[in-house]
């Protein structure tokens, strides 16, 4: 059979990792031009004149929805839904999404009466754009990916954190679970180090009516270079306080590692004041700490 014609389109929420994708792939890539309007309504468009370049064509939709310094993931949402509309409208061949990181992951149960599990409800809406293949990284919660039709694929990022950590000169490392709810997430991510690598976990609480976290826990942590994972640091809440705990439990070196660390508010104080050495995240968000790039990784998926 012959093979199609690829084109990457590159998101604003994915800049970056979009046009590193492509060149790995190396196909061509096309961007877009966005602005909001003076009553805040979202333009997009994709950034071409001709629109039969795309006709009959295999897409491949790089749009990461986390918040940034310009932009709100309501807004990088809407606008992946304008791309996803504005190619279906065209008429391609097959379309391939991926969003690194899904705004709205973590509203993936109820916690209170009266709430909506919106994850799921935003999974849905993107599905019924009428997609072929849907690629997202470490998801809070993976389940939630069973409400699409399409092909899902819920890519895994430990090895590349894993082996970024290591370069950075870890050694006699423990992996340090911030949450019960994360333990085979760092049971599967203290693999990547080696065989026999010593998994600890702290207990966390949060309140669900005020967001405040309370941790404990005490573990032996002597000389130890501790990995920290979590697969989302917002506000940096739970990342610091799991570090004061390593650090009281005697850590040497503590690398506080996530999937994608949006880093909002005063995050990166925290988690520095906190008494961390350093902090790692991916370029599923595009910011001063994404050291670790996912273009490999998702490129290995697509090819
Ligand atoms: C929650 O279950 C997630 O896995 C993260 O632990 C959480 O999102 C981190 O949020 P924050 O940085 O605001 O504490």
Redesign the pocket.
């Known amino acids: 059979m012959e093979k199609l014609e690829k084109f990457v389109i590159v998101g604003p929420g994915s800049q970056l990792l979009g046009v590193k994708i492509a060149n790995i792939l190396g196909i061509n890539h096309i961007n877009t031009e966005f602005k909001s309007f003076p009553d805040g309504e979202i333009y997009l468009r994709l950034n071409l004149e001709d629109e039969t370049l795309l006709e009959n064509k295999e897409i491949i939709i790089i749009q990461s929805t986390g918040p940034s310094a310009n932009s709100d993931q309501n807004s990088r949402l809407f606008e992946l839904l304008m791309i996803i509309d504005a190619v279906k409208r065209i008429g391609v061949e097959k379309i391939s999404v991926i969003v690194p990181y899904l705004a709205y992951a973590?509203q993936d149960k109820i916690f209170r009466p009266g709430e909506s599990e919106f994850a799921k409800r935003v999974l849905k809406l993107i599905d019924i754009m009428g997609i072929d293949e849907f690629f997202v990284v470490d998801i809070?919660a993976p389940e939630v990916l069973e409400v699409m039709s399409c092909k899902t694929v819920n890519i895994d990022s430990m090895d590349v954190l894993a082996k970024s950590i290591r370069d950075m000169g870890a050694e006699d490392i423990v992996v340090v679970s911030?949450?019960k709810?994360?333990i085979e997430r760092s049971k599967a991510f203290a693999k990547h180090f080696g065989d026999n690598i010593l998994v600890d976990v702290f207990e966390k609480k949060r309140d669900v009516k005020t967001g405040e976290?309370t941790m404990s826990g005490s573990l032996s942590l002597e000389n130890k270079d501790v990995v920290i994972a979590?697969?989302?640091?917002?506000?940096?809440?739970?990342?610091a306080t799991a570090i004061k705990l390593a650090r009281k439990s005697g850590a040497n070196k503590i690398y506080a590692a996530a999937t994608h660390a949006l880093m909002?508010q005063n995050?990166k104080y925290r988690i520095l004041s906190a008494g961390a050495d350093e902090i790692i995240g991916t370029d599923s968000i595009d910011n001063e700490v994404s050291r670790v790039s996912l273009a490999n990784v998702i490129t290995d998926y697509l090819k």
Request: net charge negative; charged share 20%; aromatic share 0%.
């Open positions: 973590r809070h911030p949450d709810g994360a976290i979590d697969d989302i640091i917002a506000t940096g809440g739970t990342m909002l995050a």
